[in-house]
């Protein structure tokens, strides 16, 4: 065998292992389930006007329907057999509220490491309640209910063909929204809020250093102050107000309305079929 070929069968293999890394590493970040158990909890939803879901590290799927099964479904997943027996799945009445609680016990987390534990559940609950969705590190999904909340801190929300308002809380996790009534969000962290297709007005409070785009909105968008982070608004069928810009940028087109920034840092403003009357801040 020629020299040169010695040299290259080694730097070949070296190029295939390599490449197997990202392969290798992409299998081990999917979800785990080493041990698992079927759970289910038969929702009690007589009388319920909002069903409140305390998620933390686990999974759920919500979906509203006219004549709801009432039980969730799924599995537990833990790294080992005590596991499993450790994770709680539970509910308890308060007024006309179902409290559903999916936890590990009192001073541990889902994750530790190469160990954890959390729930996977789907279920169904009545078309016309309010759900809320308070979320850890785990995620959610709530379709076709009257109102929806979530409130995120590391996680993933997704609220869709929602009646009414949805209303959204985020740290450095993110919510996606489409088909809602009205859209409120309190406060975006380093996370992201993308939301399409609202069909009534849209509020924001603070977006600090994270993203929130709007495509579609039927009435107007009223945003109060804006860090470093980016807002994007497409489509506003009525006005756009920003009370203060720092660092961030903001990113505006097509609005049937006018637009009005009161205050504005070192910030970029761009704008582009604006109809109505433009007001911003003064070059410094």
């Avoid at 009534?181 to 603070?206: M, Q, T, Y």
């Amino acid at each position: 065998m020629p020299s040169s070929a010695l040299v290259r069968r080694p730097f070949v293999l070296a190029l295939a292992a390599l490449s197997a890394l990202p392969l290798l590493a992409s299998a081990q970040n999917g979800p785990q389930c080493r041990h698992s158990q079927p759970r289910e909890l038969a929702l009690q939803l007589d009388g319920v006007r909002t069903v409140r879901f305390d998620i933390g590290n686990s999974k759920l799927r919500v979906d509203g329907a006219s004549h709801a099964d009432p039980v969730l479904r799924g599995r537990a997943c833990a790294s080992t057999e005590s596991g499993l027996d450790a994770l709680v799945l539970e509910q308890r009445r308060d007024g006309d509220t179902l409290h559903v609680t999916m936890r590990r016990p009192t001073g541990t987390s889902g994750w530790m490491g190469n160990q954890y534990a959390y729930l996977d559940l789907a279920g169904q609950v009545p078309a016309n309640v309010l759900v809320q969705a308070v979320i850890g590190s785990g995620d959610a999904w709530v379709t076709g209910v009257a109102a929806a909340s979530a409130d995120v801190g590391s996680g993933d929300a997704e609220l869709r063909r929602i009646a009414g308002r949805a209303t959204l809380k985020v740290g450095s996790g993110d919510i996606t929204v489409d088909e809602v009534g009205a859209l409120k969000v309190l406060s975006i962290g380093s996370g992201d809020v993308e939301a399409r297709n609202v069909r009534g007005p849209v509020e924001a409070g603070s977006v600090g250093s994270g993203d929130l785009a709007v495509d579609g909105a039927a009435g107007d968008v009223r945003i109060g102050s804006l860090g470093s982070g980016d807002i994007d608004l497409r489509a506003v069928r009525g006005n756009v107000h920003v009370g203060s810009i720092g660092s961030g940028d903001l990113d505006v087109r097509d609005v049937d309305g006018g637009l009005q920034v009161d205050s504005k840092g070192s910030g970029d403003i761009s704008h582009r079929d604006v109809r109505g009357d433009i007001s911003l801040p003064r070059r410094r």
